[in-house]
């Protein structure tokens, strides 16, 4: 597999919206589900922009000839916080454990320390995701804490673990 790991452009709006459908359909991990998130093209293609010009938002997405692969995401906390920032990342179920999460990982921490001179990146994970935990460890991550029924699905709760990495 021929990937690439680059900022997501405005023209990537609506593949974006189409790729959070799938990899909300295919995993019980993320804070949404098979109906992604509620923003049309338009708002779609303002958020790209806007985080294109953000010195508060690193972005990135795998590519294959064009389709979205994966994304990976740090939002830079406010004041007395902007020494950290919060990781969010997916991947379509057909690449996961073929090296573009963690191509993406890499590419985004590499950018909060250098560019954005983070100190400390925080997640929240399902405690019941191995896979995801192992490769946050695989770059350093520690877990801090467990948030008792953090996620709701139906009727039933998940917990998550707090995990930073500290540069």
């Known amino acids: 597999m021929s990937y690439t790991i680059e900022k997501p452009v405005s023209g990537d709006a609506e593949q974006l919206l189409a790729y959070l459908k799938q990899v909300g359909s295919e995993s019980d991990n993320l804070s949404f589900g098979p109906e992604g998130l509620p923003f049309s093209v338009s708002e779609e293609r303002d958020f790209i922009l806007a985080a294109q010009d953000s010195k508060k938002t690193i972005w990135y997405v795998a590519k294959e000839n064009g389709r979205i692969l994966g994304d990976c995401n740090i939002d830079v906390l406010p004041r007395r916080f902007s020494h950290r920032g919060e990781l969010g990342i997916s991947v379509i179920r ?33 405690s019941d995701n191995v896979s995801a935990i192992h490769l946050y460890e695989k770059f350093g991550f520690e877990k801090f804490g467990t948030f008792k029924k953090f996620f709701k699905k139906g009727t039933e709760y998940f917990d998550a673990d707090y995990m930073n990495l500290y540069f």
């Open 94 to 126: 057909e690449c996961w454990n073929g090296g573009i999460g963690s191509a993406l990982i890499k590419k985004t921490l590499e950018t909060a320390k250098n560019e954005l001179k983070l100190e400390i990146i925080t997640l929240e994970v399902k």
